[in-house]
């Protein structure tokens, strides 16, 4: 069984267009994340969730929106995708009070043409 | 501002060839410092979480060490599916629990 899944794995699509990526985690955490990996392979952290509250938030543009329906699930919506937001985008979650350990998903690769 | 500095970048090895990868760090107080693999078109696979100087901590042909100012990703008779890019990354105290910062990397290729 998959412990943090995202979907979809491949997304192409034009500039303008409002595009989500959905991911759920079947760990029991309590934190999820959104972490995006550029052309460089440079991994960077966007947001997390913790019991359904935002407690990180690092220069993002505001086009960029988390979604946390419940605690097993955290949604990214991106709204008039640009040129620049192509790149991989990571759900990650984690227990805070087990250690930390943060744990990935497999990626969304989201190419805007 | 808190860094995470990998080296070398990529790193050609024989089967077998023993060798080390570095990452350096300079944070304002380490919380933990974890590595990670990731292979090709895939997530990072979480390996090891070092928290004080001095720790080590092994996993079949890895064994990653920490002092206050880097750790080593010792990689003993290495196999060709060792083969990956692997990943540095701290969390401190100044930063929220979740904010792994992380290095570029080390793209690994073992041949036979």
């Known amino acids: 069984d998959t412990a943090v899944s995202q979907t979809p794995k491949y997304l192409v699509t034009q500039m303008g267009n409002d595009k989500s990526i959905k991911c759920e985690q079947n760990l029991g955490h309590d934190t999820m994340y959104w972490y995006k990996q550029d052309s460089k392979k440079f991994l960077k952290i966007m947001f997390s969730?913790?019991?359904?509250?935002?407690?990180i938030n690092e220069t993002v543009p505001n086009r960029f929106s988390p979604k946390s329906p419940d605690k097993a699930h955290l949604n990214l919506h991106i709204n008039s995708l640009e040129l620049g937001d192509s790149a991989v985008y990571f759900c990650a979650s984690s227990q805070v009070r087990s250690g930390n350990t943060i744990y990935f998903g497999e990626g969304s690769w989201l190419t805007v043409v | 501002e808190d860094q995470v500095t990998q080296s070398p970048e990529a790193l050609r090895l024989q089967e077998g060839e023993s060798s080390s990868l570095n990452c350096s760090y300079t944070v304002s107080g380490l919380r933990g410092l974890f590595w990670y693999r990731q292979d090709p078109g895939k997530g990072p696979e979480f390996l090891f979480t070092?928290?004080?100087a001095g720790e080590e901590k092994e996993k079949e042909r890895l064994k990653a060490t920490l002092t206050k100012k880097e750790s080593f990703l010792h990689i003993t008779a290495p196999k060709p599916e060792d083969s990956a890019t692997y990943l540095c990354?701290?969390?401190?105290?100044?930063?929220?629990?979740?904010?792994?910062?992380f290095g570029k990397g080390t793209k690994l290729s073992v041949k036979p």
């Open positions: 070092l928290y004080s």
């Open positions: 990354a701290v969390q401190t105290y100044g930063g929220s629990q979740g904010n792994l910062i």
């Open positions: 969730y913790n019991n359904k509250e935002l407690i």
